[in-house]
Nanobody
Framework: QVQLVESGGGLVRAGESLRLSCVAS????????MAWYRQAASKQRELVAT???????KYEQSVKDRFTISRDNTKKAVYLKMNSLKPEDTAVYYC????????????????WGRGTQVTVSS
């Protein structure tokens, strides 16, 4: 069974940086789109950034020019580099991936990590 595991969250001060990592494990044939979501306390989950299989990216407006999403297909990993962090960025960040299983099923499923907490103090 495929699993996604995030790491890299923590407590930082405003203006500092963090790099989140998400690594997929299990028997995987291919990984299509990958994304980072976040959910702040008492707020709805929102899409932060996406990256498709050929590296095209999209960003939520509030993080554009501050955050960078990237992937390493060999390592089955996706990353989120977060610069100039603001208190408003405080949230649990979740990794999401569209992943196709290996044979014989070749089933395509969306998988979620358990999340990693990012807290930015003023």
């Amino acid at each position: 069974q495929v699993q996604l595991v995030e790491s890299g969250g923590g407590l930082v001060r405003a203006g500092e940086s963090l790099r989140l990592s998400c690594v997929a494990s299990g028997i995987i044939f291919s990984i299509a789109d990958m994304a980072w979501y976040r959910q702040a306390a008492s707020k709805q989950r929102e899409l932060v950034a996406t990256i498709n299989s050929i590296g095209s990216t999209k960003y939520e407006q509030s993080v554009k020019d501050r955050f960078t999403i990237s992937r390493d297909n060999t390592k089955k990993a996706v990353y989120l580099k977060m610069n100039s962090l603001k208190p408003e960025d405080t949230a649990v960040y979740y990794c999401n991936g569209v992943i196709q299983d290996e044979m014989p099923s070749f089933g395509v499923n969306q998988y979620w990590g358990r999340g990693t907490q990012v807290t930015v103090s003023s």
